[in-house]
């Protein structure tokens, strides 16, 4: 067998640092492949002249009456090998050769038979031959088919490059099976014009994925820039619900880490306060008494120092607070399940005291938290006067008092109160009470006058003049007098003198 002249021989380079990556590159591949040498050509010219010389007479003696080029008998021919020239060039025919020599199938049994020499010399040649072709071509693959990626290589190619699952081969044809039924086989990988055309569209659609930012580009799920805009946001409000409660109830929710977060719409930014109460109240006496401690009970909990230190800072203030005293109060002597009401009275001033903007909204130039101002020079109140079941009177009380700092410098001014009603003009409060005794006065005096009311509606029934007119010559109340005539019903020519004085009045 040949040996390598360059076999166990170290090997040197001289590169460019430029180069070296490419020579490392290269080096990567050829330490991949085994090491074989190839044949040299002295080898093929010994062959060759063995091959004229004694193996293409025994050829010619024992096969060419089945095997010519005008037989072909089992579609061999023998009489095309003139050289090793014209051997080389099928050396799949030998292999055949050599594998009917040698299984004493080749010549048949009624043909002349070759002797144990030749036999052997013919096989011994055909091996050496082989073996010397198969080193001269080691490392060719031969033929390579010139192949285009399957519909799931393609896929899962650009899902690699782009990060995200697109699939643009769903539109193309189904890829047919080779004779092993592989979907990738070479040969079974055609191309056409109209699979051209598809992977044309599909690049462009892969196209219409990128975004261009300032730094380069991405790909997204979706085309249009709304969408994208929308995948932002989506991540800003991910990024708010990791650490905060999202929209949901105050007191709700999840831990700090965000492990059990809910996919919400939108993120208001209010941390939740569940974990941290809950520690607050564990580690009470610890941080009333060293409040530097507060460090180590967020370690302990898993919890943010920073907020954590806020939290505890502000229960343990001795500073007054209207606010905030009531909570310290109840912080102090709360047990482990009391944590729930008092991070429901934190979320009732949260909602007075904050407003809570959306997180994630374009534009805006308000930040996502802004502090509602109670302070009011003025309030506008409105009470609607509905008189309970079984009460006939109602009675308001106008009271105010203080934010729980003392009443020293307040003043309030209650701006006309008043009484409205429809259709009728408004009451002012401070004029009820005189209202009330004119009322009663003037109910007093037409009570005392009934007699005299009833003497008229009598005399109406024979008289001519409409009741406005008669209230006016006696100096009666026309209302009163209207009423008592509906009450004593006075047939149809009062009613008509009535009914048609209130048309024309």
Same mark, same amino acid.
């Given at each position: 067998?040949?040996t390598?002249p360059n076999?166990g021989?170290?090997?040197?380079?001289t590169c460019?640092?430029s180069?070296?990556?490419?020579?490392l590159?290269?080096?990567?591949v050829v330490?991949?492949?085994p090491?074989l040498?190839?044949?040299?050509?002295?080898?093929f010219?010994?062959?060759?002249?063995?091959?004229?010389?004694?193996?293409?007479?025994v050829?010619?003696?024992l096969?060419?009456?089945c095997?010519?080029a005008?037989?072909?008998?089992g579609?061999?021919?023998l009489e095309?090998?003139?050289a090793?020239?014209?051997?080389?060039?099928?050396?799949?025919?030998?292999q055949?050769?050599v594998e009917?020599?040698?299984?004493?199938?080749?010549?048949p049994?009624d043909?002349p038979q070759p002797?144990?020499?030749?036999?052997?010399?013919?096989?011994?040649w055909a091996?050496?031959?082989l073996?010397?072709?198969?080193l001269?071509?080691?490392?060719?693959?031969g033929r390579?088919?010139?192949r285009?990626l399957?519909?799931?290589?393609?896929?899962?190619?650009?899902?690699?490059?782009?990060?995200?699952?697109?699939r643009?081969?769903r539109?193309?044809?189904?890829?047919s099976a080779?004779g092993e039924g592989f979907?990738n086989?070479?040969?079974?990988?055609?191309m056409?014009?109209?699979?051209?055309s598809k992977?044309?569209?599909?690049a462009?659609?892969?196209a219409d994925h990128?975004?261009?930012l300032p730094?380069?580009?991405r790909?997204?799920?979706?085309?249009t820039?709304s969408?994208?805009t929308?995948?932002i946001l989506?991540e800003?409000?991910?990024?708010?619900?990791s650490y905060?409660?999202?929209?949901?109830?105050v007191?709700?929710?999840?831990?700090?880490?965000g492990?059990?977060?809910i996919n919400?719409?939108?993120?208001?930014?209010?941390?939740?306060l569940?974990?941290?109460?809950?520690?607050?109240?564990?580690?009470r006496?610890r941080?009333?008494n060293?409040?530097d401690?507060?460090d180590?009970?967020?370690?302990e909990?898993?919890l943010?120092p920073?907020y954590?230190?806020?939290?505890a800072?502000?229960l343990?203030s001795?500073?007054?607070?209207?606010?905030l005293?009531?909570i310290r109060?109840r912080?102090?002597a709360?047990?482990?399940?009391?944590a729930?009401?008092?991070?429901a009275?934190?979320?009732?001033w949260?909602?007075?005291?904050?407003?809570?903007?959306?997180v994630?909204?374009?534009g805006?130039?308000r930040?996502?938290q802004?502090p509602?101002?109670?302070?009011a020079d003025?309030?506008?109140?409105?009470?609607?006067?509905?008189?309970?079941?079984?009460?006939s009177y109602i009675?308001?009380?106008?009271v105010?008092g203080?934010?729980?700092?003392g009443n020293?410098?307040?003043?309030v001014?209650?701006?006309?109160p008043r009484?409205?009603?429809?259709? +009728?003009?408004?009451l002012l =409060?401070?004029? @009820?009470? %005189? $209202?009330?005794?004119?009322?009663?006065g003037?109910? &007093?005096?037409?009570?005392? +006058?009934?007699?005299r009311? =009833?003497?008229? @509606?009598? %005399? $109406?029934?024979?008289?001519?003049?409409?009741?406005? &007119?008669?209230?006016?010559?006696?100096?009666?109340?026309?209302?009163?007098?209207r009423?008592w005539v509906g009450?004593?019903?006075l047939?149809?020519?009062?009613?008509?003198?009535i009914?048609?004085?209130s048309?024309?009045?």
């Amino acid at each position: 067998m040949p040996t390598c002249p360059n076999a166990g021989k170290p090997v040197r380079h001289t590169c460019s640092p430029s180069s070296l990556y490419v020579l490392l590159l290269l080096a990567s591949v050829v330490l991949s492949a085994p090491v074989l040498c190839v044949a040299d050509g002295e080898s093929f010219g010994r062959l060759g002249k063995e091959y004229v010389d004694h193996v293409r007479p025994v050829v010619r003696r024992l096969c060419l009456e089945c095997h010519s080029a005008k037989k072909k008998k089992g579609k061999l021919d023998l009489e095309r090998f003139v050289a090793l020239a014209d051997v080389r060039r099928a050396p799949r025919k030998w292999q055949k050769v050599v594998e009917q020599l040698e299984a004493g199938e080749m010549p048949p049994e009624d043909k002349p038979q070759p002797s144990a020499a030749d036999r052997r010399q013919l096989v011994d040649w055909a091996r050496r031959y082989l073996r010397a072709e198969a080193l001269a071509n080691a490392g060719d693959p031969g033929r390579v088919v010139l192949r285009r990626l399957s519909n799931a290589e393609y896929d899962n190619t650009i899902r690699d490059l782009t990060g995200v699952d697109l699939r643009p081969a769903r539109e193309f044809p189904i890829d047919s099976a080779a004779g092993e039924g592989f979907t990738n086989a070479g040969e079974a990988l055609v191309m056409s014009p109209a699979l051209l055309s598809k992977y044309l569209a599909s690049a462009k659609g892969v196209a219409d994925h990128a975004v261009l930012l300032p730094s380069g580009f991405r790909f997204s799920p979706k085309t249009t820039r709304s969408d994208w805009t929308n995948e932002i946001l989506g991540e800003i409000r991910a990024l708010y619900r990791s650490y905060t409660s999202g929209d949901r109830e105050v007191g709700r929710g999840d831990t700090w880490s965000g492990a059990n977060s809910i996919n919400t719409t939108a993120s208001d930014g209010r941390v939740d306060l569940a974990r941290f109460m809950a520690a607050l109240i564990r580690h009470r006496g610890r941080l009333i008494n060293d409040l530097d401690a507060v460090d180590v009970v967020a370690r302990e909990e898993n919890l943010n120092p920073v907020y954590l230190r806020h939290l505890a800072d502000m229960l343990t203030s001795q500073a007054p607070s209207p606010l905030l005293d009531g909570i310290r109060r109840r912080w102090r002597a709360a047990a482990p399940e009391d944590a729930d009401a008092i991070i429901a009275e934190i979320g009732t001033w949260q909602r007075v005291l904050w407003k809570f903007n959306v997180v994630g909204h374009l534009g805006l130039v308000r930040p996502w938290q802004e502090p509602t101002d109670l302070l009011a020079d003025r309030i506008a109140l409105k009470v609607d006067l509905k008189p309970r079941p079984g009460e006939s009177y109602i009675q308001v009380h106008l009271v105010a008092g203080d934010a729980g700092d003392g009443n020293r410098g307040d003043w309030v001014v209650w701006h006309k109160p008043r009484i409205e009603s429809k259709g +009728r003009p408004p009451l002012l =409060l401070r004029d @009820v009470r %005189a $209202l009330a005794t004119k009322l009663d006065g003037e109910i &007093q005096a037409e009570l005392a +006058r009934t007699t005299r009311y =009833l003497d008229v @509606v009598a %005399a $109406l029934r024979s008289s001519k003049q409409t009741v406005d &007119q008669v209230a006016a010559d006696l100096q009666l109340d026309p209302g009163l007098l209207r009423s008592w005539v509906g009450v004593l019903n006075l047939g149809q020519q009062a009613n008509r003198r009535i009914t048609g004085h209130s048309r024309t009045s």
